[in-house]
């Protein structure tokens, strides 16, 4: 594997859940975190990630990240880009506010930072995609393209704002006239979101078809997309088919807030007619497929996190998730209760880090 420069080379934390501090040097590769249960392992990935994403994946309160009694928590790490830069990226949370700081100097909008450190990631909840029910389906979409397409996160947000007003007027039984005014809006929203989550999805199947074909030969994948209304009509013809069921029922029952996706292995749903032993394999593909085209999307400079896979997947099934990305040649953060029980050997360089009580040491 050649020496990357890219990915996160320094990170030092304070006062960051229940880290006091740390001061750590990562592989450019494969990054090994250990401890027991409650050590501060999620805790450590939470604060990579906040550095690239401004927010956290476990909480939507950022100051419930600040730890215990204290003022402030404080990330500050040295990214390494493509153009072989190494730049400081800071952020620090006060009681209600970020401050953030690119190469020393503060970033006034949140978005500036957007694309400068891609962060992904992978835990053990993402079986919910396939034996959940569609809201994780729709989250993992929302996701994947919240961060890949601006336009997305602005439809998303018109979307959200006209459904929630066309829903009063229907709670309130309001005038048909007081309704359908919001239609133009939401079929215009509407439109934008279901034709990128179309291409994401077709994208998004051909990519875990082709980790598929190795990992389950023979068998054929695709992911059919639902967007959330009957097919053969256009939004608008639904929104005026259901209209007098929406009056009834107080809310909208078509648009892009009931899509869902399902996965088809030989054309039979995924999650009805598979063992789990298939599932997993399913999953390891999905998982990395999804990992290959966020890394084709975003450029080679995002780092991937793994936490807590062995929640739903054994050792031989980490494993496939680990060489897979290793083709990627990107860093890796993973978590493990126990170390054996993961393979290193596909990763020429790698680190492992260990931690208690939120002290975290380098295991040399
Ligand atoms: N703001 C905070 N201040 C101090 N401690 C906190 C804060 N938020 C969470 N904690 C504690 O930090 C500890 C570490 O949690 P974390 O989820 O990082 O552990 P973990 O090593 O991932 O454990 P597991 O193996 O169970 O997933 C927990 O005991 C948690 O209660
Ligand atoms: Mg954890």
Redesign the pocket.
């Known amino acids: 594997m050649p020496t990357l420069t890219t990915g996160l080379q320094r990170l030092d934390i304070g006062q960051f859940?229940?880290i006091e501090t740390a001061r750590l040097v990562f592989s450019p590769g494969l990054n090994l975190i250990t401890?027991?249960?409650?050590?501060?392992?999620?805790?450590?990935l939470?604060a990579v990630y906040c550095l690239g994403r401004v927010r956290s994946f476990r909480t939507a309160h950022p100051d419930?990240?600040?730890?215990?009694g204290q003022s402030a928590f404080r990330v500050v790490g040295h990214v390494g880009l493509a153009d072989g830069r190494v730049i400081p990226v800071g952020i620090q949370r006060r009681p209600g506010a970020y401050d953030i700081h690119l190469e020393g100097r503060p970033l006034r909008r949140l978005s500036d930072l957007a694309g400068r450190f891609p962060v992904h990631l992978m835990t053990g909840d993402t079986a919910n995609i396939l034996n959940g029910g569609p809201r994780y389906r729709r989250q993992s979409l929302d996701w994947a393209l919240f961060h890949v397409e601006h336009t997305y996160r602005d439809a998303w947000q018109r979307y959200a704002r006209a459904l929630r007003q066309r829903n009063a007027a229907l709670r309130d039984h309001a005038p048909v006239a007081l309704v359908t005014v919001w239609d133009s809006e939401l079929v215009d929203a509407a439109t934008l979101l279901d034709c990128l989550r179309r291409d994401y999805l077709e994208d998004l199947s051909g990519h875990v078809a082709r980790e598929l074909a190795a990992l389950l030969p023979g068998k054929t994948f695709l992911i059919r997309y639902q967007p959330g209304w009957a097919k053969g009509l256009t939004l608008a013809e639904a929104l005026e088919k259901s209209l007098e069921r929406d009056r009834v029922r107080g809310y909208t029952q078509a648009g892009p807030h009931r899509a869902d996706f399902a996965m088809l292995l030989d054309d039979r749903p995924a999650q009805a007619d598979y063992s789990r032993g298939q599932q997993k394999t399913l999953l390891v593909g999905f998982l990395l497929g999804q990992a290959k085209l966020q890394h084709a999307l975003e450029g080679p400079r995002g780092v991937f996190l793994l936490?807590?896979l062995a929640s739903e997947l054994d050792t031989e099934h980490q494993g496939r998730v680990l060489s897979g990305l290793a083709e990627l040649e990107t860093q890796v953060f993973v978590?493990a209760?126990d170390s054996r029980a993961l393979d290193l050997a596909t990763w020429p360089a790698h680190k492992r880090f260990h931690?208690e009580h939120?002290d975290i040491r380098e295991v040399v």
Do not use: F, M
Not at 64 to 68: D, G
């Open positions: 859940r229940n401890g027991p249960n409650a050590a501060g392992k999620t805790s450590l939470e419930q990240l600040i730890r215990h936490d807590d978590t209760i931690v939120g």
